[in-house]
């Protein structure tokens, strides 16, 4: 059961990265063709895209950390004995967590304290843009809580690694 949810939440979070994303490209290459072809363009279209950009920053950071893709440094666990390995990987396992609900905390006290702040253009709540902060932290802290078996036991192969290298690249 709980691998039927890993996967919907994964799929889900990865189809909200995915939906934003092509929600700004289309936005931007509208405005560029009105631009270059009419001589026009919308002003709102590269506030709601940067915004848009600060989502999926916030959102697409527990997928990236899935796939191995942020710097990790393991010559020093690799070095130790296994179980001192182990003992490590689940120390910065709980620290992991308590940074990721900090992050959260904080997040969403400076997400209400710029609620009544407007964008610019569209008069947007900042508050709800920041609002990413604590929500890309959450779902971090839920893809950690998901991947903590893996990322405790260290069960990586080649092909893993692999993966992470080329995902990285990309």
Same mark, same amino acid.
């Given at each position: 059961m709980l691998s039927k949810f890993d996967r919907s939440f994964t799929w889900a979070n990865q189809f909200v990265v995915g939906s934003l994303m092509l929600a700004m490209a289309i936005l931007v290459f509208a405005n !560029? !063709?009105?631009r270059y072809l009419f001589g026009t363009s919308l002003p709102w279209v590269e506030e709601i895209t940067r915004y848009m950009m600060?989502? !999926?920053a916030w959102l697409a950071v527990g997928l990236a950390?899935?796939? *191995?893709a942020h710097i990790a440094?393991?010559?020093?666990?690799?070095?130790?004995?296994?179980?001192?390995?182990?003992?490590?990987?689940f120390s910065v396992f709980l620290m992991m967590l308590g940074f990721f609900a900090i992050v959260a905390w904080f997040g969403l006290k400076y997400s209400l304290f710029a609620w009544k702040q407007e964008s610019?253009?569209?008069?947007?709540?900042l508050g709800a843009i920041?609002?990413?902060?604590?929500? *890309?932290?959450?779902?971090m802290l839920v893809? +950690?809580?998901l991947m903590s078996r893996r990322l405790i036991t260290h069960q +990586?192969?080649?092909e893993d690694q692999a993966k992470a290298a080329e995902f990285s690249v990309v």
């Open positions: !560029v !063709v009105l600060i989502w !999926v950390m899935r796939e *191995g440094i393991d010559n020093f666990q690799n070095a130790l004995p296994p179980l001192w390995a182990q003992w490590l990987r610019a253009v569209l008069r947007l709540s920041y609002l990413a902060i604590p929500v *890309g932290s959450l779902l893809h +950690t809580l +990586t192969n080649a």
